[in-house]
Nanobody, 117 residues
Framework: QVQLVESGGGLVQAGGSLRLSCAAPENFFGVANMGWYRQAPKNQREFIASITAGGDTKYADSVSGRFTISRDNAKKKVDLQMNSLKPEDTGRYFC???????????WGQGTQVTVSS
C-alpha cells in the first residue's frame, strides 16, 4: 500500500504564506508525475498543481502565480509553496501521484490549511 504523508498546514491570515510538504518513499517517485489537490468543505477534491519527473509544472488557474510546486527526487518529496493566501484557499490539501489531473493512489490524511480574512 502506498503511503503519502502530507505536512505543513496550519492557520494563516490572508496574504500570508505556507509551505506544504509530501513524503512519498515509494519506488515509483522518480518517474511519476506528482500533484497537489485541495478539498474545501462540501466541495469535491480539486486539482491544484502537478510536476513531472523532469520538473515541468501545471497549475490550476485559481492558484497560478501564487503557488509553486517543486520536488526533490533524491529525498522523494514534493513541496507546495503557497503565497498570497486567500480565504478561498482554505481546505484540506493532499498529494498523490498525478495522472491526467487526478490522484492515482488511495488518499492519505492530508494537511489542513485555514486562511482567515
Amino acid at each position: 500500500q502506498v503511503q503519502l504523508v502530507e505536512s505543513g498546514g496550519g492557520l494563516v491570515q490572508a496574504g500570508g504564506s505556507l509551505r506544504l510538504s509530501c513524503a512519498a518513499p515509494e519506488n515509483f517517485f522518480g518517474v511519476a508525475n506528482m500533484g497537489w489537490y485541495r478539498q474545501a468543505p462540501k466541495n469535491q477534491r480539486e486539482f491544484i498543481a502537478s510536476i513531472t519527473a523532469g520538473g515541468d509544472t501545471k497549475y490550476a488557474d485559481s492558484v497560478s502565480g501564487r503557488f509553486t510546486i517543486s520536488r526533490d527526487n533524491a529525498k522523494k518529496k514534493v513541496d507546495l509553496q503557497m503565497n498570497s493566501l486567500k480565504p478561498e484557499d482554505t481546505g484540506r490539501y493532499f498529494c498523490n501521484r498525478d495522472v491526467a489531473g487526478r490522484g492515482f493512489y488511495s488518499w492519505g490524511q492530508g494537511t489542513q490549511v485555514t486562511v482567515s480574512s
